[in-house]
């Protein structure tokens, strides 16, 4: 599957604030660490530097 779900984005919000690293995030998921930067960066609130799982 090339795309995240719903539930690997949400986990990746809920990891991301307890402080995990985007390789355990990753290893989480089932994902590369590379994925897992993308995708913060793409959906992540340029004013609040949050990452915003459902936008």
């Known amino acids: 599957m090339k ?3 719903i539930k690997q984005r949400y986990t990746i919000s809920t990891m991301l604030e307890k402080g995990f690293t985007h390789k355990e995030i990753g290893e989480t998921n089932g994902k590369d ?10 959906k992540q609130n340029q004013r609040s530097c949050q ?3 459902k936008k």
């Open 33 to 42: 660490k590379s994925v897992v930067s993308r995708e913060i960066e793409q």
């Open 3 to 5: 795309h995240l779900t």
């Open 51 to 53: 990452y915003l799982y």
